[in-house]
């Protein structure tokens, strides 16, 4: 867990990696969530089903086993425990963690397709191995399934109530994402830091929440609990997006898997420049000038740190993780989903993408 200000990004997050217990939990998750994720892939069409199983990592292009990185499956494992919250078994809350699972693909795929992207998990993105059209359609066919999947499941019309919520509030945090680029970096058109926290929830925010709410609702939990969970999600998913902008500048690129000083060079908008442009200091002048020229990203980083945009950002990040705590404090979980829930706060905030 984040504790005093720090100074230095290892002080911030000391280590990339999940705590043995959260690696054990998503484990677990993943254990019991992939032979129904695999059996909905495969009821695809086969080149598409070749695209998804690509993309999860289960193939190579052509459709050879593979065993490459699909991600955590942190989604996935916050729906399995709200329905062991619930006082359910894992397997109920399958269907919702096979369902968020699908649309956390779905998004990254053309995500991918918008920012340009090349690579994923040091793999080539779908979109650059099978081509940007057939990536779309893949995107599509995730998406559908994931309806589908949701639709046969227990208490389905509410959960794709909750899905539908969910995904609408990604769009318009993917929307402001991309509109932002086109915003100056100062004056009265700049972004402001209200308006970022606005897009982290709806972008990265809204699919966490939905995911422990669905869980929770396929797991028997009354309304109240599932809607809390979904906020106590939203707060998880600011404070993750704040520490992928800030592993965005100064992580460290073995461990991430990203270009030191990527978001610097890629004139992304992210909490610790915008906290930084928002200062009084005089070198909030000298960095905007280097932003809008996009060059010297080393220098960049520096007047960002010297302006306060990594500690105002950390700062941040703690304050989501507490609202998440606090959260989980008043519900009545049961023990062991309650432990395993926290359990994965700091793997949220301390991780290898």
Known sequence: MLQAPPTTLEAAVTTLEAPADARQVLDRCRTLVRPALAEAVGRMHPWVGEMAAYSFGWCEVGGAPADASGGKGVRQALAVLAAEGAGAPGADGVPAAVAVELVHAFSLLHDDIMDGDQSRRRRP??????????????????????????????????????????????????ADDLLFTDRPWTGPGRVRPDEYRTMAEHKTGALLGCAAALGALLGGAPPPVAAALDGAGRHLGIAFQIVDDVLGIWGDPTVTGKPVHGDLRERKKTLPILAALDSPDAGSRRLAALLDRGDAPEEAAALIEAGGGRSAALTEARRHIAAVERVLAGLPLTDRAGQELRSLLDFLVRRDL
């Open 125 to 174: 993105t779908v979109w650059k191995a099978y081509g940007t059209g057939p990536a779309v359609l893949a995107g599509d066919a995730l998406f559908a399934l994931a309806v589908e999947t949701l639709a046969a499941a227990p208490a389905g019309p509410r959960a794709l109530r909750l899905l539908s919520a969910a995904l609408g509030d990604l769009v318009r945090g993917q």
